[in-house]
DNA sequence: TACAACCAAAGAGTGTAGTCTATGGTTGTA
DNA sequence: TACAACCATAGACTACACTCTTTGGTTGTA
């Protein structure tokens, strides 16, 4: 996650007129994905309007960082509509400071408890695993 | 979750005769989820032989741990699926005692893994706060 | 006996997050 | 110029986990 958000301050933006496919190899993501990524709001491709014989889309760097945020946010558990907002927190300035923090403090806060859920869960199993051993069901 | 498995070794099972509508009071989901779950082979109802006039389902103390136990594992972000593996291996005797056992250090393996990538998340999170809290973003 | 509350089964509908197919046009290379 | 590789759009399809509707029968209480 870091990683995409250095990027954005030391990569010179080489690339602005990325296709389909070359987004797709450079994330990994399909274009098909891609597409409905599109589609739902997360990214934004620009047409060229010189260009009158065909209407494909063109990717910029940006897209590329907000791709690898969505790999990540979803790892996490974040929803496509989640990751919308998240997009928009990051690369908008609709957000202020404070509410991008109190944003990252809820998901720290929700992380906690799914670890503290988890640990539990630890607990319960290797308590009927020492059921198990004693023949106890 | 640590209750429901007490339970199993506490409790005398005084109520074997429920109905879908107690069960639900007792758990809490609703009786159209339950005959859903019990649709997906993760509880079952048996029927009284005795009685004619209709084909209720009834349900017994069992039935509520099972489905007290479905709620905590889907809330650690178990499939359905994986819940009714689950239940097979605590309730079913089709396992052997070092199945049993293989299949629950199997879960604490996947368990601790879980954890980790939380664990991964939080600094990472962490980390981008501070670029927030330094305007680096 | 009227009637609300309950029960089962089948199947349709919902939302999420893709994934795939079909169609038709475009671009680049041999 | 043939043709593979690429592009967009629309819409169908999938899996998961419900959620609701319909239909028709049953039970319990006033």
Redesign the interface.
């Known amino acids: 996650?870091?990683v995409v958000?250095l990027k954005?301050?030391i990569f010179v933006k080489k690339n602005t007129k990325m296709l389909i496919n070359e987004l797709a190899k450079r994330t990994g993501i399909t274009a098909h994905t891609i597409r409905f990524y599109e589609k739902s709001g997360l990214i934004k491709g620009k047409r060229d309007e010189t260009i009158k014989s065909n209407n494909y889309f063109h990717y910029d760097e940006e897209t590329v960082e907000k791709l690898e945020l969505i790999i990540?946010a979803k790892?996490?558990g974040y929803t496509i509509n989640e990751i919308s907002e998240l997009i928009d927190a990051?690369y908008s300035n609709k957000f202020s400071?404070d509410e991008?923090?109190a944003f990252?403090?809820e998901?720290?806060v929700s992380?906690?408890q799914?670890?503290k859920?988890?640990?539990?869960?630890?607990?319960?199993?290797?308590?009927?695993?020492e059921?198990?051993?004693d023949?106890?069901?």
Chains 1, 2 share one sequence.
């Open positions: 996650m870091v958000f954005k301050f990540d790892a996490i990051w400071k991008k923090l990252l403090d998901k720290l992380l906690d799914k670890i859920d988890l640990k539990e869960m630890k607990k319960l199993i290797s308590q009927y695993k059921d198990v051993l023949d106890k069901c």
